[in-house]
């Protein structure tokens, strides 16, 4: 029986598995209920009793062995289970990476900063709470100018003095008075106007401002410049420079963007025209040029403002200004894919 009991212990220390159910099964085979242990220690009070003492003794070790064998190959199991997780199973799809997304008028503004920097233009700012200087008068716009009812200010309190700009103009003056020519430089920003919100309007928006300043800057140069800038934003080098008025240039004109009449939202856009008005321009006037410290008899310059709401709204297709502002996730998160 003894040396039954030895051959028994012989297996144990030779048994190995890797696999869950081997050493379960080999657990219930040696110390289960109904296992080899208790079957020996049964046979315990037949022993004779001179042999008492080895016979348990063996047993005993036969017991250890196998609970030893047993705790060695779980804990083996464990560790390799462990290994695993550091590595992972290589073959399973990555986790899919959450990515935020650019607000759309983050993607122009950033779109139109970069094709003006290729060419030379530095990227400014100013304040959006302004003073009547930058805003209106050093635009020649001066007190009781008509001029001013064009944009319905909101006045900080009761001081006419300090305001909500109404154009990002006002970072023109503020640059021009602490920058000596050649200036090129374009300003993106936020503006705000006292009038009704609906979903071509609301009572703030955006805008870049462009200024160009040096020796000999004509007319030539500012539409050339434009041309490039509708190429490179729309991939549409026609544009329409119309006569117009604003006080801080002249002339004055308003840019048009020939858009086509190719599908039927290039008519409804265009309100069948083909063009599309997508800011001002002009010649700096001298009185500005004075204004802001610089000779307009050595200097000249070219000025340009474009909404950037409306392109954001006409290039991803948004048909109401309001959601710009709004917030809605839902609607943010179409902008995932984009630049
Ligand atoms: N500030 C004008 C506006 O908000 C836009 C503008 C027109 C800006 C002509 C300019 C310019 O720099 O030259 O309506």
Redo the contacts with the bound molecule.
């Keep these: 029986m003894i040396d039954k009991i030895k051959e028994h212990i012989a297996e144990v220390e030779k048994f190995t598995t890797q696999a869950k159910e081997d050493i379960e099964n080999f657990r219930i085979k040696y110390l289960g209920k109904k296992g080899l242990l208790n079957e020996f220690f049964a046979e315990f009070r037949n022993v004779p009793n001179e042999q008492k003492k080895e016979f348990g003794q063996t047993i005993n070790k036969l017991k250890e062995a196998a609970q030893e064998k047993v705790n060695a190959l779980k804990e083996a199991l464990e560790n390799k289970a462990e290994e695993k997780g550091v590595y992972g199973d290589l073959t399973r799809p990555a986790q899919p990476m959450e990515i935020g997304a650019r607000h759309p008028i983050s993607l122009v503004k950033n779109q139109i900063t970069d094709i003006f920097s290729r060419i030379g233009f530095n990227v400014s700012e100013g304040p959006e709470i302004e003073d009547d200087w930058h805003n209106f008068t050093a ?1 020649n716009l001066p007190e009781y100018h008509p001029a001013r009812d ?2 319905d200010t909101f006045f900080i309190q009761t001081n006419p003095d300090i305001l909500l700009r ?4 006002s970072v ?1 003056v503020r640059y021009m008075e602490n920058n000596k020519p050649p200036i090129r430089t374009i300003s993106p920003g936020r ?1 705000y106007r006292n009038e009704a919100i609906s979903a071509r309007s609301h009572c703030f928006f955006h ?1 870049i ?3 160009y300043i040096d020796k000999e800057v004509s007319f030539a140069d500012l539409k050339q410049t434009l041309q490039h800038f509708t190429k490179e934003m729309f991939g549409k080098s026609k544009i329409r420079l119309r006569p ?1 008025y ?1 006080p ?2 002249e002339p ?2 308003e840019i048009d963007v020939y858009w086509g009449l190719a599908t039927e939202t290039d008519h409804k856009i265009t309100k069948g025209t083909g063009w599309l008005e997508i ?4 010649m ?1 006037d001298p009185n500005v040029l004075t204004n802001c410290g610089i000779d307009p008899t050595e200097y000249s310059g ?6 950037i709401d409306r392109i954001a709204m006409l290039l991803h297709q948004i048909g109401d200004i309001r959601l710009l502002s709004e917030n809605d996730v839902r609607f943010l998160e179409q902008f995932k894919s984009a630049l």
């Design positions: 635009l064009m944009q109404t154009h990002t103009s023109q503006v805008q401002e462009g200024l117009s604003f801080f240039t004055s004109a800011g001002g321009c002009g700096v070219f000025a340009f403002g474009v909404g």
